[in-house]
């Protein structure tokens, strides 16, 4: 099975400041027939589910801010949230889907400072 | 507007059964490939199993295999996981959850049901 670590565990950003997750996979997520990176990125709010927010790494899904972008390739990621609102407070996962089973990171959450 | 609707949950003792449903509306669910992910208290995300659309293709996480299965009755736009066996490893939050785009495996989830909880303890 594929690994996903993500760093920090958590972190404190200001308002307004950038906010950056990282998401490592232990083999390259990067399908080479089509070019595609088969990695999304969620965010989950305290007592709500999981809400999709990119998908092929850096595709945003419909109605996503387009504060949140994602970057990367092959086994290394990134969520970047570049201007941190309130309503961003939450745990935010990776999930690769290369492979069966798809994995998700151990998530990283993000407060206000 | 897509909706899941997860029931069944509740409390079960070790080695109990119990059944989950997820009544899906505001789409074509039979076109549509669906999955079980489950979060234990404080704990992250786990896929448990996935159906294709027509049912042809299933897949479970090891840690359920030979335990729970999963199904779906198009005709009644409803997912299901029968759980037996169950161990207190099973207490979670369990979703089900839409597949975005058909890819070969799995895929990622566009749409989540506010999930169920199912806890095991005697």
């Known amino acids: 099975d594929i690994v996903m670590t993500q760093s920090p565990d958590s972190l404190a950003v200001s308002l307004g400041e950038r906010a950056t997750i990282n998401c490592k996979s232990s083999?390259?997520?990067?399908?080479?027939?089509?070019?595609?990176?088969?990695l999304a990125w969620y965010q989950q709010k305290p007592g709500q589910p999981p809400k999709l927010l990119i998908y092929w790494a850096s595709t945003r899904e419909s109605g996503v801010p387009d504060r949140f972008s994602g970057s990367g390739s092959g086994t290394d990621f990134t969520l970047t949230i570049s201007s941190l609102q309130a309503e961003d407070v939450a745990v935010y996962y990776c999930?690769?889907?290369?492979?069966?089973?798809?994995?998700f990171g151990p998530g990283t959450k993000v407060d206000i400072k | 507007e897509v909706q899941l609707v997860e029931s069944g949950g509740g409390l079960v003792q070790p080695g109990g059964s119990l059944r989950l449903s997820c009544a899906a509306s505001?789409?074509?669910?039979?076109?549509?490939?669906m999955n079980w992910v489950r979060q234990a208290p404080g704990k992250g995300l786990e896929w448990v199993s996935y159906i294709s659309s027509s049912s042809s293709t299933i897949y479970y996480a090891d840690s359920v295999k030979g335990r729970f299965t999963i199904s779906r009755d198009n005709a009644k736009n409803s997912l299901y996981l029968q759980m037996n066996s169950l161990r207190d490893e099973d207490t979670a939050v369990y979703y089900c959850?839409?597949?975005?785009?058909?890819?070969?495996?799995?895929?990622?989830?566009?749409?989540w049901g506010q999930g169920t909880l199912v806890t095991v303890s005697s």
């Open positions: 505001g789409f074509t669910f039979s076109s549509y490939s």
């Open positions: 959850a839409r597949v975005g785009i058909a890819v070969a495996g799995v895929g990622y989830f566009d749409y």
């Open positions: 083999q390259s997520v990067l399908y080479s027939s089509n070019n595609k990176n088969y």
């Open positions: 999930q690769q889907y290369y492979s069966t089973p798809p994995i």
